[in-house]
């Protein structure tokens, strides 16, 4: 196609779309990080806190990313050069952090899932789930020893099967692929979700937990009387951020595939709105289980209460083998969930990057998916080593205290002070739909959300100067942190000087009508 026109492809329907987005929105995140997160930082008064950064911050910028995406029509390189050819390096880096920064590992993580998939059939991680997971799965030897040693082949096997469906989805282009899949994996993620809870909820001793959940403790998130609250503020805002997948110009690409007569504003708030309420839903699932195991061993809810993968792959397995009936479905039911919710992210990851090189370049979608898939399954290698659980620890601090941010915080100097935040809000408010944006958003993206997210970067930067992250040895973190952030800004800053091909962008003419 270089050289000619370039037809760019469009959403076949409005809840495509809608899916398409709330598919990148809800991944693993919202399963196994919200409710811990939420939990751990007040419980229920959590909400306060999220519901302050979702309005500040949150809702703000995935609508920059949506006015950003659909009034330059284009990927983050091609909307960011509009503004200013001098910003074209930071249209390139959001993507790039995104499928180099997020996507090598969250493929494993989903590898991960599909092995505990399979392994629900037999319950073949045993009675003891902590050491199966970091030992006989993980392949971890002993903690500070780094050294590259194995590889387990069954996480390659499932990495390469994850990439492998990301590829054909995303060869196909959006409204084939993406679109389609999402349609699919959506309604079934949330009857998978509901059966979860449902189940999760009738089980013995599941009320304690959930009362633990949204139990208000409101000495946490007040900053007056509790030194600590300011940390709990900052949760909030780094898990809208996360969980709303900004900051990576996932939601500018998706925009762009909108026609002109969109309702922009009210698809954003929509997206935000259905995060979080699957995030707090799912939250019932994950302590229900966890008020059952407490229970049923007779130990307190606090001891089997944890994060991340150690809540997945430990203590839900732990779970399962206590369940009264169907554990191997119960099982298989979550990491299917899990497996889907984190497919329907990847693809996002995937995309960002896909349109951005075809934007520019006006290659053939097929032949950049192929080489972006190839080139991202050779990179998620080091993660199904023995040392991939530590280099993944790592690299998702890193991405998620600084590019996240940094990210969201280029978003909104580029739109709050390159050009005028009113031209973008005029451009959501006339491209139809009844929500109006308010006036009061000029202010978010110009002061308040910049303000935060530069308050944030510091604080992480100074947390970070003052001892290395997680006690990690120093090389590893300047590595794998330092040295990965600072890697894909090279690749950012040679494409953005290479030179742009003499290509119109347009849209099908007949596909520009409201999508109902
Ligand atoms: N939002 C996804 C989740 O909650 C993760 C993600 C982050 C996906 C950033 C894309 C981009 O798991």
């Given amino acids: 196609m270089a050289g000619g026109a370039n037809e ?22 919202n399963i196994w990080r919200f409710s811990y997160v939420a939990y751990s930082n007040g419980g229920g008064a959590f909400l306060l806190p999220y519901l302050v950064a979702l309005l500040l911050a949150g809702a703000p910028i995935m609508l920059v990313e949506y006015g950003l995406g659909h009034k330059y029509h284009g990927s983050p390189p091609l909307a960011f050069r509009a503004i200013s050819s001098k910003m074209e390096w930071a249209g390139w880096w959001m993507p790039i952090v995104a499928t180099l920064g997020i996507m090598l590992f969250y493929a494993v993580v989903i590898g991960w899932c599909i092995n505990f998939f399979l392994y629900s059939f037999n319950l073949g991680w045993g009675d003891n789930t902590q050491e199966f997971f970091f030992n006989n ?5 002993n ?9 387990n082949w069954q996480i390659l096997g499932a990495t390469f099967i994850v990439w492998l469906t990301c590829w054909g989805i995303c060869f196909k282009e959006v409204n084939h692929g993406i679109e389609k899949a999402c349609l699919v994996f959506m309604p079934l993620l949330l009857i998978l979700t509901t059966v979860l809870v449902v189940w999760s909820i009738t089980l013995d001793g599941a009320a304690q937990g959930i009362l633990l959940y949204i139990k208000p403790d409101w000495g946490k998130i007040d900053v007056f009387s509790n030194p600590e609250a300011w940390k709990v503020w900052t949760a909030a805002f780094g898990q809208t951020f996360f969980t709303l997948s ?23 708030i929509f997206v935000c709105l259905a995060d979080t309420m699957y995030s707090i839903f799912a939250g019932f699932a994950v302590f229900g ?36 009936v169907a554990r191997e479905l119960f099982g298989a039911l979550f990491f299917f969930t899990l497996v889907l919710a984190g497919l329907s992210s990847g693809i996002s990851l995937i995309e960002a990057f896909t349109c951005s090189i075809t934007d520019k370049f006006g290659f053939k979608r097929g032949k950049v998916v192929s080489i972006i ?12 080593t023995n040392i991939g659980l530590f280099v993944l620890d790592i690299v998702d601090h890193f991405i998620n205290s600084y590019g996240l941010l940094a990210g969201g915080l280029l978003e909104c100097v580029l739109v709050g002070w390159f050009i005028k935040t009113k031209l973008i809000r005029k451009h959501m408010n006339d491209a139809g739909g009844i929500v109006i944006m308010p006036a009061a958003w000029d202010w978010c993206v110009k002061i308040v959300t910049p303000a935060i997210l530069l308050l944030m970067i510091v604080m992480a930067v100074v947390e970070d100067i003052s001892k ?18 600072l890697l894909t800004l090279l690749p950012s800053v040679a494409l953005s000087l290479a030179k742009w091909p003499d290509r119109k962008v347009s849209h099908k003419p007949e596909q520009e009508h409201i999508l109902t």
């Fill in 468 to 485: 290395p992250y997680e006690g990690y040895p120093r090389w590893m973190i300047l590595t794998f942190g330092v040295g990965a952030l």
């Fill in 373 to 384: 898939c190839v080139a991202g399954f050779l990179g998620s290698i080091i993660f199904t």
């Fill in 246 to 268: 900004l900051g990576f110009g996932i939601m500018i690409t998706y925009a762009s595939y909108l026609p002109k007569r969109s309702n922009l504003v009210g698809n954003g």
């Fill in 137 to 141: 799965f993980l392949l971890i030897e």
């Fill in 143 to 151: 903690e500070g020893t780094y050294m590259v040693k194995h590889v």
């Fill in 289 to 324: 289980v966890l008020g059952f195991m407490a229970a049923s061993r007779n130990v307190s809810l606090q001891e089997v209460v944890k994060q991340g993968p150690g809540l997945a792959f430990v203590v839900y397995p732990q779970a399962i083998n206590q369940l009264p």
């Fill in 8 to 29: 760019r492809s469009l959403w076949g329907s409005r809840a495509g779309f809608l899916l398409a987005a709330i598919g990148s929105a809800v991944g693993l995140g």
